[in-house]
């Protein structure tokens, strides 16, 4: 047995190891680098993009933007200029069976280029045809700033209806297997409550038809192997084998109301995407409250809608003939009993959210804020992604996931463990206030570039643009302040001019030089003006 006097002795021995030891762990933590070393940097002009929704980064720095209209554009960072290099004829519309016509989610919705692009020159398009009830992601050659003339090649194509609105996903990726991901969304009109309306003529509002049938590709996340011959082959660990009966091989991910962009840790193999979510804004016994969810799969799964919710709340299937909620589904057992399932009754269990916000502030995740809602997603960053970075960002950043909201025009900074799981976020750059953010990635110069849609909703915004967030690790810029107590006025005049403000984060000394001018024949009135340096 020790004796009082022996722990006592032993105790002070370990204490200085356990500090050194807490000290190193410290230490080797990188330091988070000062918001000044990142500068968001305005590419396009205002009027150059009309509804841009995605786009890709070639390693020339040259950028292909996509717009929901149909138009791909080319910014040229040498010419500093934007110029349409083709336009896809698309459908933006919908027609309700009463003939009323409105502006759908529809169009031209995903842009992506091939993994060995400097070599195929192939991009690959996920576009809604004016002239047929589809969605197609076709493949086409791109040569001389333009798309080759009869080079489209059509991989998967699949009917949609266009009698009500909404949700359309559309974003692409590929895993460092060259396997390509798709977001496809639900197509099915947006309620309060569960959209499970099974009666007759009214198939376009009961999601069990497409996001919970296992034989739909509608509110999946497919996963597919493009071939140079323009078709494509299954890779294994999809949800459903091929072969499977009532299945379609391609679906990676199912349960999806509108996923939006989606993202591969090339180190994980994780997926991760931001999932749009219902619009109730309070629980009530039809419907629970809506969330918006920004997701991880670990391995192929069931996300829940349209059956669960969030932090997998039950969300009913409500009965449209006797006005009632129906009975909640188990998590671990779902069923689709729906009269339009053409897939599977019995479900795979269904995965848990990552991190999922209502429109009220969250109580698991407060930072992220309340009001509007539209979660995007956005890239894992690993410094190795992008071996020729003449900017590679910190080392704070390895291996967190920038994801953004369209509506709250944040960038999170989000960080795991080893193993994936949840440990903490931090808002990005919280100066940097970006107008409907709808598209972001990392480029391979290592920027990180952030396309915002603009403040028009189906229509032509000037504050839509391309911007690049550079980061400096050396010396940078002062910022530079100059003020005057005066507008103008009569002579004599005296003004007092300010620098008050102007500061350097390097701590450099900073030295002034003051030039005032008056323009034209205002110059001989310049000795009756008295200034004052501050």
Known sequence: MFNKKRIIKI????????????????????KKPDESRFTPVTLTRPGDLDEPNTFEVLTDGRVLISERKGA?????????????????????????KTGKVTEAEEGLMGL???????KTHFIYTFYAPLTEKKWKLTRWKFENEALVAGSEKTLLEFDTQRETCCHTGGGMTWDPKKNLYLTIGNNTASLLSPSTDERPGQESRDD???????????????????????????????LFAKGTPKTRPEIFTMGHRNPWRVSVDTKTGYLYWGDVGPDATEDSEVSPMGYDELNQARKAGNFGWPYFVGPNVPAPPFNYVDGEPGAKKDPLKPTNESVNNTGLKDLPAVAPAFIYYPYTNSAQFPLLGSGSRSAVGGPIYHRTDRPLAKRPWPAYYEGKWLATDLARGWIM??????????????QFLSSYHPIEPIDIKFGPDGDLYVLEYGSVWFGKSDNAKLVRIEYNPGNRKPSVFATTN?????????????????????GDALKYSWKVTAPGQRQKHMPQLTLQLL
């Open 11 to 30: 105790s002070a021995i370990l204490l200085p190891v356990i500090a050194a030891a807490s000290y190193a762990f410290m230490a080797d933590v990188p």
């Open 72 to 96: 791909i554009k080319l910014f040229d960072p040498l010419t500093k200029m934007v110029k349409t290099i083709a336009t896809i004829s698309v459908n933006t519309k919908y027609t309700s």
């Open 208 to 238: 069990q038809r497409g996001t919970s049938n296992t034989n739909s590709l509608l509110g999946k996340i497919l996963r597919i192997h493009p071939e140079a011959n323009g078709t494509y082959t299954i890779p294994a660990g999809n």
């Open 413 to 426: 900074s989000i960080s795991m463990k080893p193993n994936g799981d949840y440990t903490a976020m931090e």
């Open 112 to 118: 992506t280029i091939d993994p060995d692009f400097n």
């Open 486 to 506: 005066k507008q103008g006025g009569t002579v004599p005049l005296n003004i007092t001019l300010s620098s008050a403000g102007t500061k350097d984060a390097d």
